[in-house]
């Protein structure tokens, strides 16, 4: 996001323009070298003068964009767009960042406008498709990607993510087309590697992995691209059941990446949350909340089996799959207003009145009705929700939680050969995904004891071993009828854009139990910090 995409021709707005847009010249270029704090005092110099200068506050805008500030980037962009209602690239970059900040449904409305007064506007067309996957509605995601390409049909960022789309919606061998059409124009394409990866399935007459090691010697200088190629690489040796190459590449991602997780402050954090949340506190509570039943929360590390669990639930005619919102942790965030690690956080939340409780479920609650209106459940896939349960429990004591459990060995091995975001970050390395794993279980085993929350523990391998005996049991628990499409969910459309897209198209299969086995050799640093807690199975 850098200044020259955001920086449209402005007309001059005072005596001082020809000073103005050296300034503002002067404030791109800094922006572009990264160089923001110079940057912002460019820009500033110029808001000193004329306050309602458009140029100037749409660039300080994308500087707050850049620095993960999209509440400051939005108030900015709201505010240049009601200065320069007409000027459809400002429009356009209040709709990319409520896309980056996780409100693409906001962003609609902004795109029809610009869209209204220009249909060829590539960037705005971009950014629907975006919005749209966001929100789950792969095909109208896969309309505006083809609509661009229709303008544009060399555009390599509309290629890829057509074929992004094409694999939510499960069209897997299109999508595997359109990402070898993409290499063959582009062998450098990291991204076309990535979504070939997550479409296709390979086999020994594939003959991608070559080029895909050659492309790795090329990019010895780029972390973040050697990082993708190395998961991409392990993939494909996992397919082709050559493990220890596949665990090599793993590692050696991991190993590039290196990021510094804090398990001693994270441990903290759990003590503490466990400290705060007790019988005696929701009982504190007991009139906290909305009584609706129409949230349903599916809980559990990655790579446990959620996204399995929503595309079942999703088949059912009476809920609707929301995918993984944030809603939950944006609400944590407006509570506490500070880093988990403070005191201030649990005594912020342990402030909580009963009429802000209900003020932030009824901003939920509308949050769902914008995924559906008529389903009577609505299935939040926020895996990491497992640590807010606390907090769920003040906002909807009568919703549901689904729990899914997998064998802890296999979770964490499915999670170390995943490429996840910063964000993931104790996925760094083997010891430390074990030592998570085990705050994790720690915690869940305390929300078992203290939550006034209904929980369904789904294990993975029961549901593996007996699909409908499981699934029967899970719809009974959500006060539902029971339907047979339950039991075929790989044949329901919709877009799931999670790392299990490929897994939930495929009927229940078993080859992922007991998975940690193939890696047996290398496993040594999770066995051991996971203690107790490996079951060889």
């Known amino acids: 996001m850098r200044a020259r995409q955001f920086l449209p021709p402005s007309k001059p707005q005072s005596k001082n323009s020809e000073r103005h847009a050296q300034l503002l010249q002067r404030g791109s270029t800094l922006q572009g070298q990264g160089r923001g704090k110079e940057a912002e005092y460019c820009f500033q110099l110029v808001l000193r003068d004329n306050p309602k200068h458009p140029d100037a506050l749409n660039l300080l805008a994308t500087l707050a964009v850049e620095a993960g500030q999209f509440t400051t980037a939005i108030e900015l962009f709201q505010k240049v767009v009601k200065l320069a209602p007409k000027n459809l690239v400002y429009r356009n970059n209040l709709a990319n960042c409520y896309i980056r900040s996780s409100r693409p449904e906001l962003a609609l409305p902004q795109l029809r406008r610009v869209l209204a007064g220009n249909p060829k506007m590539s960037a705005a067309l971009y950014n629907l498709a975006r919005a749209y996957r966001a929100m789950g509605k792969g095909m109208e995601a896969e309309q505006a990607y083809r609509r661009m390409l229709s303008f544009e049909p ?103 990446v290196s990021r510094k997780f804090d398990i001693a402050s994270y441990q903290r ?25 129409r949230p349903v929360f599916i809980v559990g590390m990655p790579r446990s089996g959620t996204t399995l669990t929503e595309q079942i639930l999703a088949s059912h005619s009476q809920v609707k799959g929301a995918g993984e919102l944030v809603d939950v942790q944006r609400i944590e965030r407006r509570i506490t207003e500070t880093k988990r690690e403070t005191n201030s956080y649990f005594n912020m939340i342990a402030g909580l009145t009963a009429v802000q409780a209900q003020e932030h479920a009824d901003a939920y609650l509308d949050t769902l009705k914008r995924h559906s209106r008529v389903a009577l459940r609505v299935v939040d896939k ?34 170390f050969t995943h490429n996840f975001s910063d964000a993931h970050g104790y996925n760094s390395d083997l010891a430390n995904l074990g030592l998570y794993y085990r705050e994790y279980s720690n915690l869940m085993s305390h929300w078992s004891r203290v939550l006034p929350l209904q929980i369904f523990d789904l294990n993975y391998e029961d549901m593996v071993a007996d699909q409908e005996a499981t699934t029967r049991q899970l719809i009974k628990f959500l006060g539902l009828e029971w339907e047979d499409s339950c039991t075929s969910f790989h044949l329901t459309e919709r877009a799931v854009s999670t790392p299990s897209r490929w897994q939930v198209r495929q009927p229940i299969y078993k080859s992922s139990v007991q998975r940690w086995r193939r890696f047996e050799a290398h496993l040594e640093p999770l066995k051991h910090s996971l203690g107790d807690l490996f079951q060889p199975g």
């Open 154 to 256: 060399e555009s390599l960022p509309a290629r890829i993510g057509l074929g992004e789309v094409l694999t939510d919606l499960g069209r897997m061998d299109e999508a595997t087309k359109v990402f070898r059409a993409v290499i063959a124009g582009t062998p450098n394409s990291v991204e076309a590697y990535n979504g070939l990866v997550a479409a296709h399935k390979f086999t020994a007459g594939d003959r991608d992995i070559d080029a895909l090691l050659e492309l790795l010697k090329e990019t010895s200088g780029d972390t973040r691209e050697q990082v993708a190629l190395h998961h991409a690489a392990g993939k494909m040796y996992n397919d082709l059941g050559q493990y220890d190459a596949a665990f090599e590449h793993f590692a050696k991602a991991k190993e590039i």
């Open 269 to 293: 954090f759990i003590e503490k949350t466990r400290q705060l949340y007790t019988l005696p506190f929701f009982l504190e509570r007991s009139q906290y909340g909305d009584s609706s039943q």
């Open 382 to 415: 926020m895996p990491h929700n497992f640590e807010l349960l606390g907090l769920i429990a003040l906002l909807f004591p009568k919703a549901r939680i689904v729990h899914c459990r997998r064998n802890p060995i296999d979770t964490c091995i499915s999670c």
